[in-house]
Nanobody, 127 residues
Framework: QVQLVESGGGLVQAGGSLRLSCAAS????????LGWFRQAPGKEREFVAA????????RYADSVKGRFTISRDNAKNTVFLQMNSLKPEDTAVYYC????????????????????WGQGTQVTVSS
């Protein structure tokens, strides 16, 4: 049974930082692209960042480029999202997701392409 468990969310002031973690089990972690998505109240779930197998193929939403960094530790089956210079508009529930892919270069920003999802962790940025 595949499980993705996020942690690290919380309340932070604007300009602050948080580091989210997502621990995976029940899958061959090193053969999955991993992504982070977020959903604010009343809005659609949107893409934030994604990483290919080895971490060499990365994608970011324009809204977080230069502020957020995705990384992964395949030995620990964990993916991270370092979030710096946080803004109130970053407030959302953050979800990690896994997508089985055929190569280390393959990574998608499309929500429907991801097969497995975590339960989410709340990030609140106060102004």
């Amino acid at each position: 049974q595949v499980q993705l468990v996020e942690s690290g969310g919380g309340l932070v002031q604007a300009g602050g930082s948080l580091r989210l973690s997502c621990a995976a089990s029940g899958l061959t972690f090193s053969r999955y692209a991993l992504g982070w998505f977020r959903q604010a109240p009343g809005k659609e779930r949107e893409f934030v960042a994604a990483s290919g197998w080895s971490g060499g193929s990365l994608r970011y939403a324009d809204s977080v480029k230069g502020r957020f960094t995705i990384s992964r530790d395949n030995a620990k089956n964990t993916v991270f999202l370092q979030m710096n210079s946080l803004k109130p508009e970053d407030t959302a529930v953050y979800y990690c997701a896994a997508d089985i892919t055929r190569s280390s270069l393959e990574v998608t920003t499309t929500r429907s392409e991801y097969q497995y999802w975590g339960q989410g962790t709340q990030v609140t940025v106060s102004s």
